[in-house]
């Protein structure tokens, strides 16, 4: 037999009564909970009965029938508000809304710990537990069939047949799919999560409900690091899913995203050992091929990307910050990724560019390299990335494909920059060779203080005259008058070039005189 809120009002020894929702007499009551935040939908389920002393409860007439009719949507069993203590006088249009959804509304006497009736419904409740409690092993025993292989691809599929309801693990990032599912989520849906996540600056609720055409559905958080949640759509749209069911299978199917991430982390390690040693030059042009081709990159061509990563404001840094590459545990196309200093650098095939891989989704300016075929022109096509970063930052751009995005005001190609460079600055690059001097580290740090000869100099760790001296130098070797402001324009634009040349924005001058001998028109 049932317990409902009848059977509440009926029990002599809680003193409750009704004083709206007449209708929802009947209503089964399968737990009862105290609760005192603004959103209660959110951390309480279905059947369950919210008991408040009404400390968050609003005291004017619209909040109090909108509170109504999020607790009717969540399917919550009834609201008891402790008499006497903070809860303001019911208003017509609550007790109105009340009526209409059948939603139970009561008054429990001062006197009646809200502990009692928790125990009340927890004794009535304890009949209906070894039904749970046995599902709740069918869930484990699930797990237990589909650890490893093709079997977990199933996994989703048999814990909903449990369920009765279809699941999906979605990452938080992006709205990406993380496990196989036989049913997809549909577009607006997956829009409204994404707009849920950045409401709740990525901190989900315990319990997430959004109604469809079809049904209410559930999103229920999935691990620790708040990158996923399971989605629980009802087969039927009268059903409400069991709460405590759906958490069970959110962390059975945490335990397998755990899994296969960890399988792609050590994927991934290999993969960014065999980046960097390309790079490096570290590797044979066949031995890099056939490690490749292991990883999924046949034959070419591939193109580069890159990014500096920044945190999203609409995120919590403990999720902004690498969150994008953390979601590359779970893409599903063939790369390499790595990083070099604070630049991160990814590595795909030129079709699966061209497919979409989602770019334009993230919160990131990122850097294209135009096409490459042979391995060898890897530290190439990195640079080219760098550039096109740049071009897309100076324009403001998501994303720029080296060569097909101009900046207002740097070169347009690295042939372009190098030409600058060896017009602007050259002479230095030369004279800081053969002498194994700083004079370009002296110009970008004047630069970067502001033009201040004292804080220059401290970045320095020189004299100021000393600095003064440097530039005098630079001005004579230049033949220019550091005065003059399209001057420094010109000299500061070509050091910012220098640094995407060099691989670096602050220039060393050891890197940038060696770097002379492979500008054109003048070396090599």
Not at 2 to 18: A, E, G, N, Y
Not at 269 to 294: F, H, K
Not at 334 to 348: A, F, I, M, R
């Amino acid at each position: 037999m049932k317990f409902t809120v009848q059977s509440l009002i009926d029990d002599p020894l809680i003193r409750t009564r009704l004083v709206a929702g007449q209708a929802g007499r009947d209503r089964e009551v399968a737990w009862a909970h105290t609760c005192e935040v603004e959103d209660p939908w959110h951390w309480l389920g279905s059947g369950d009965l919210l008991m408040t002393d009404g400390y968050s409860f609003p005291s004017d007439a619209d909040g109090q029938a909108n509170f109504v009719r999020e607790l009717a949507r969540a399917n919550i069993a009834g609201l008891a508000l402790g008499e006497g203590f903070a809860a303001p006088p019911l208003t017509p249009e609550a007790i109105a809304a009340a009526e209409d959804l059948g939603f139970p509304i009561m008054l429990t006497a001062r006197a009646v710990p809200f502990v009692t009736i928790a125990r009340v419904v927890a004794d009535a409740a304890r009949g209906r537990g070894d039904s749970r409690a046995s599902r709740i092993l069918r869930l484990y025993e699930i797990l237990r069939r589909t650890q490893g292989g093709e079997a977990g691809d199933r996994l989703l599929d048999q814990l909903g047949t449990e369920l009765r309801a279809s699941l999906n693990v979605v990452e938080l990032r992006s709205g990406r799919p993380l496990l196989p599912s036989t049913t997809s989520i549909p577009g607006p849906l997956r829009a409204s999560i994404l707009e849920r996540v950045r409401e709740q600056r990525g901190q989900l609720s315990a319990f997430n409900r959004f109604k469809t055409d079809e049904a209410s559905v559930l999103l229920v958080p999935v691990g620790a690091r708040n990158m996923a949640a399971l989605l629980v759509t009802p087969h039927a749209p009268t059903d409400a899913p069991d709460l405590l069911l759906a958490q069970h299978a959110a962390t059975i199917a945490g335990l397998e995203v755990e899994r296969r991430a960890a399988r792609a982390a050590r994927v991934r390690a290999r993969a960014a050992e065999l980046a960097r040693n390309m790079l490096a030059g570290a590797i044979s042009p066949d031995a890099a091929l056939a490690q490749m081709r292991a990883h999924g990159l046949r034959g070419g061509p591939w193109r580069v990307l890159v990014w500096n990563e920044t945190p999203d404001d609409s995120m919590e840094p403990d999720v902004a910050a690498g969150g994008l590459v953390e979601s590359l545990s779970f893409v599903e196309w063939p790369h390499l990724y790595t990083s070099v200093d604070d630049t991160h650098l990814l590595v795909v095939s030129d079709a699966a560019y061209d497919s979409g891989l989602g770019v334009d989704d993230f919160d990131v300016s990122v850097g294209v390299s135009q096409p490459l075929a042979a391995i060898g022109r890897l530290a190439d096509a990195f640079r080219e990335a760098r550039w096109a970063l740049e071009s897309a930052r100076q324009s403001g751009a998501q994303s720029a494909v080296y060569g097909s995005h101009g900046s207002y005001f740097m070169p347009n190609t690295v042939a372009e920059g190098e030409v600058a460079v060896q017009r602007l600055l050259g002479p230095l690059l030369t004279y800081d060779e053969s002498n194994e001097s700083e004079l370009v580290r002296s110009l970008q740090v004047y630069f970067d203080a502001n033009r201040s000869w004292q804080e220059g100099s401290r970045r320095l760790g020189i004299h100021k005259q000393t600095l003064v001296y440097r530039l005098k130098k630079i001005e004579e070797i230049l033949g220019v008058d550091l005065r003059d402001f399209g001057v420094q324009a010109e000299l500061y634009l070509a050091l910012r070039t220098l640094g995407l040349l060099t691989g670096g924005d602050d220039v060393n001058p050891r890197r940038a005189g060696s770097s002379a001998g492979r500008l054109p028109n003048g070396s090599s």
